[in-house]
């Protein structure tokens, strides 16, 4: 082999070598800045690039989303009490060029600038605001930091609060007001549970003793129609058997006399009493005098006897 044979052959491994070191690959998650000379040139995208070996110098950065820990920290409340808080950044770069060129380092600016504005947006609250309201503090220190980071060309998509510890002596102390905020609704729930028993089982006996008086009345309204049909009934058929009487004596046309012995008849029925005295109608002289007549009648028609005078009785005595 001679010189110019072995010069050939250098050169073809030196155009093989210039043309391997000119192809770059970039990942799909990946972008590619190209810098010639010292001086930011383009940026490659995912897929086969061709740049220039000797001048083209490629910086890779990954634009998938970054999750940054923030450290714990001391934090004072507005009520001046110290809590212990860390958290958890999600960002994720936008623009490779000014994420390579505006900032040497966003990861850890990213978790400077989270610290500071902690302690910032904490501070201005209490601490039963800071146990409560994590969605609030969480929404403020993402617009801050958005803010801050998008001229470094990374955008912050959501920050978390993963601890907030306050002094052991507080959180004491806010377990024994749960637990006696517990205890007051449990005998109050208690309370309200008997109250609404007692209501219930009174509106229960309410509503018995109402359906009591309306059967007690609808029982009095029966039987007091059941005695007025009675009444009516029994005054009905008196007054049928009166005026049957009435027409029968009509009827018969009686005299006097028969009245009288009608009369006479009746004196033993009211004689036929437990009372030791007897009152008479007035009237009852006349009835004694139509006697009197009957009887000096018979007298005159049989044997004769002896004359009684008879005088108007108005009380009889048993």
Known sequence: MNAVQILLLLFGVLVFALVVSSIRIIRPFERGLVER?????RILEPGLNMIFPLTDRVIKVDMREVVIDVPPQLVITRDNVN????????????????????????????????QTNLRNVIGEMDLD????????????LRDVMDQATDKWGVKVNRIELQRIDPPSDITEAMSRQMKAERDKRAIILEAEGTRQSDITKAEGQRQAQILEAEGFAEAVKKKADAEKYRQETVAKGEAEAIAKVFAAIHNGKPDDKLITLKYLEMLPRLADKEANKIFLPYEASGIISALSAMVEGISKNGSPTKEVPVTPVTEATT
Do not use: H, M, W
């Open 129 to 140: 605001s800071v146990l409560s309201s994590r969605d609030e503090i969480n929404a403020q």
């Open 83 to 114: 809590v212990e808080v860390d958290g958890i950044i999600y960002c994720q770069v936008t623009d490779p060029f000014r994420s390579r060129y505006e900032i040497t380092n966003y990861i850890r600016a990213a978790t400077k600038l989270a």
């Open 37 to 41: 000379l010292g001086k930011f040139q």
